[in-house]
T-cell receptor
Framework: DQQVKQNSPSLSVQEGRISILNCDYT??????FLWYKKYPAEGPTFLIS?????DKNEDGRFTVFLNKSAKHLSLHIVPSQPGDSAVYFC????????????FGKGTLLTVNP | KAGVTQTPRYLIKTRGQQVTLSCSPI?????VSWYQQTPGQGLQFLFE???????NKGNFPGRFSGRQFSNSRSEMNVSTLELGDSALYLC????????????FGNGTRLTVT
């Protein structure tokens, strides 16, 4: 039973355009959500997070939106750069156990020059 | 500030053997978590340690164990290795505060032959 789903295995965008990565969850106990970026042969790198009391969080080119009623979150990258090409993982936790993350399967983002 | 350090980076073992993986968290981080990443199952939570105590454990057999030392460094042990244990093992540390993100190391790639 996949509690966190990233339905797009891959996404390709042009440099300078917006990248939108999507994530759906089923567990209503989740109250903390994170996005990680992963390059080959490296561990996941924390990008941005959002708690369930907010619906938007921004950090530079990265913005995460949370729609609790739809159990959906998205990561917007504007403008996209070739260095953003990586696998992006959505993760969630709940009940104060922020060390126990449930991950989606990831979306491979390719930003073309 | 140094990141999460995992050793060794690569390991090759044969079925039936045991293996110990090591993790040094970010300075000041007292929570250490371990995750397994495989192509089929994605990233899955193994267990978490805080102040030398295991607080939570994922759905893995008892062959997977760990411990944490007084300096917050952690080790993970897998006994009686099986082919299916071949995976990337990731260690992550955090401040163990509400909504503090996990920071991952680059992992240990274990191959069981």
């Amino acid at each position: 039973d996949q509690q966190v789903k990233q339905n797009s295995p891959s996404l390709s965008v042009q440099e300078g355009r917006i990248s939108i990565l999507n994530c759906d969850y089923t567990n209503s106990m989740f109250d903390y959500f994170l996005w990680y970026k992963k390059y080959p042969a490296e561990g996941p790198t924390f990008l941005i997070s959002i708690s369930s009391i907010k619906d938007k969080n921004e950090d530079g080119r990265f913005t995460v939106f949370l729609n609790k009623s739809a159990k959906h979150l998205s990561l917007h990258i504007v403008p996209s750069q070739p260095g953003d090409s990586a696998v992006y993982f959505c993760a969630a936790s709940g009940g104060g156990s922020n060390y126990k993350l449930t991950f989606g399967k990831g979306t491979l983002l390719t930003v073309n020059p | 500030k140094a990141g999460v350090t995992q050793t060794p980076r690569y390991l090759i073992k044969t079925r039936g053997q045991q293996v110990t993986l090591s993790c040094s968290p970010i300075s000041g981080h007292r929570s250490v978590s371990w995750y397994q990443q495989t192509p089929g199952q994605g990233l899955q939570f193994l267990f978490e340690y805080f102040s030398e105590t295991q607080r939570n454990k994922g759905n893995f057999p008892g062959r997977f164990s760990g411990r944490q030392f007084s300096n917050s460094r952690s080790e993970m042990n897998v006994s009686t290795l099986e082919l299916g244990d071949s995976a990337l093992y990731l260690c992550a540390s955090s401040l163990a505060q509400v909504n503090s993100p996990l920071h991952f190391g680059n992992g240990t790639r274990l191959t069981v032959t």
